[in-house]
């Protein structure tokens, strides 16, 4: 089946093997536009390494989410930097850094990157070997483990978490948060098939992200 007659956002023989699909795509051309959606696909490398580096001309406010969510309003003109930038507040997700765009990136960039000391990686990377063994020797213990709830997704947490320098009475709340939270998006929620998961979750009080602020 060619890849115009299936969704990509919603049929599940792509969700289970999308190799085919994305083939399929890059041979009609670099750049594809979509016939069931109002979606472009950019599937060549120069073509798409020219999106990632035009940051004038692209914006990454749709990263979080993904391009099938609306947006909250009617692009007008040949430039919408205005438009995103008074509807940022009601796009899910818009006030992270990966969804920042020209100024307000390059500072928030600029303030993280006095994480990525050589001091700093150095304590991390020693943090991470540690905990891998713990893990490790966790599992061995057990005679078993789910790979991705119990072993993936905390590592990855704790390691972050150790990275930005949060207290480690409170790493485990991230952890709770993200372990409890529904995954990123479900194509058999018709009304929700983009929700962001556990950033839109609560714990104890704790607002990971609210798209209603």
Not at 8 to 36: A, G, I, M, R, W
Not at 101 to 116: I, K, N, Y
Not at 181 to 191: L, M, S, T, V
């Amino acid at each position: 089946m060619q890849s115009d007659e299936r969704d990509y956002f919603t049929d599940h023989s792509v969700l289970k093997d999308p190799y085919e699909y994305f083939e399929d795509l890059h041979s009609k051309c670099p750049v594809h536009q979509l016939e069931n959606r109002d979606i472009l696909f950019v599937t060549g490398f120069q073509e798409a390494v020219e999106v990632l580096r035009k940051t004038a001309d692209f914006s990454s406010i749709m990263a979080p989410v993904g391009v099938a969510i609306p947006l909250p309003f009617e692009p007008k003109g040949d430039d919408i930097s205005e438009q995103i930038e008074r509807h940022r507040a009601q796009i899910p997700g818009s006030d992270l850094v990966v969804a920042y765009d020209g100024a307000a990136h390059t500072a928030s960039r600029s303030l993280l990157t006095r994480l990525f000391l050589p001091s700093r990686l150095k304590a991390n990377e020693e943090f991470t070997r540690e905990l891998a063994g713990k893990m490790v020797k966790v599992a061995v213990a057990r005679g078993k483990c789910e790979l991705i709830s119990e072993i993936a997704t905390p590592y990855a947490t704790l390691v972050i978490a150790d990275l930005l320098g949060v207290p480690e009475e409170d790493r485990k709340v991230f952890v709770q948060v993200l372990s409890s939270a529904p995954p990123p998006g479900n194509i058999e929620n018709e009304e929700k098939p983009h929700d962001a998961g556990p950033l839109e979750c609560e714990y104890q009080g704790l607002t990971l992200f609210d798209s209603t602020r």
